[in-house]
C-alpha cells in the first residue's frame, strides 16, 4: 500500500473513531510501529491530531457554518472580489475554481465568458456554468461532502493531479500569520495542497471575516500563493499585518 493511501485510510479512522491506538493501527495496516508513528507525526503535523502515549486523539475541529448559510454572509464583498477575479482571466486559459461561497459568486460572474476552460470539485459551481457551452467544463471525482457540495478524497486528489491549472482561485476557512491557510476538514485540505501543487497561480479569495481566524487544519502558508483578493472592513488591523508576508488586494 502507497504511503499516501496509508494516510488517508488512517484519517478516515481517526476521524470516526476520535481516538486510535499504534498498535491498532499496526494491526489493521499490518507495518511496523515505527511506520506508524511516522505517519501519525505527519498527521499532527498537518494539525489533525494530538499525539499521545501509544496513540493520538483527534483534535477539536472549529466548526465552519454550513455553505448555504455563508451563501447569505457577506454578499457584497463577495461580489466585489468576484468582479476582480474575472480581470485576472485571460481567453484561453485553464481555470481552477475551489468548492466555497466565494467561488460561487466568481461562477456566477465568469458564466457568460466565452474560450475558457474551467475545472472544479464543487457541483453547485458546475451547475452554474453548465448553461454555458462556450466553456469547457470539468468536474473532478470523488465523494460528494453534502455541507458545501465539494468533492474530496483519494480520487479527487488524483483527478486534481492530471490537470496543469493556469489559474486557481482558493477559498479558504481561516487565514492567519501563525497557520496560514486553514480548513476544517482533513479530506478538504488535501484537495486545496492538490490544486496548489498543479497551478501556475494561486489567488486565494476571500472575504474580510476569515483573517484572524484558525480552523482545524493548515493546509498551505503564504509562500505557496500569489495575493489574496478580500473585501470588507472586519479585522483590517490584521489584514494590515498579514501584507507584510503576503501580497493583498482590497477591493
Known sequence: MLVSTRREKIKEIILKKKAVKVSELCEIFNVSDETIRRDLEELERQGLIERNYGGAVLKENIVVPPLIKRFKE??????RIAAKAVTEIKEGNVVFLDAGSTTYHIAKAIKSLKGITVITNALNVATELSTNPE?????????????????????????????????????????SVEKGLTTSDIFEAEAKKAMIRSASRVIVVADSSKFGKVA??????????????????ENREIVEQLTEYVKIEIV
Open 135 to 175: 466553456i469547457n467544463l470539468f468536474i473532478t471525482g470523488g465523494k460528494l461532502k453534502h455541507d458545501n457540495q465539494s468533492m474530496v478524497g483519494f480520487e479527487t486528489v488524483n483527478c486534481i493531479g492530471k490537470y496543469n491549472i493556469d489559474i486557481l482561485f482558493l477559498g479558504t476557512g481561516g487565514i
Open 216 to 233: 482545524m487544519v493548515s493546509f498551505a502558508t503564504f509562500n505557496d500563493v500569489e495575493k489574496i483578493i478580500t473585501a470588507g472592513e
Open 74 to 79: 457577506h454578499i457584497e464583498e463577495k461580489q
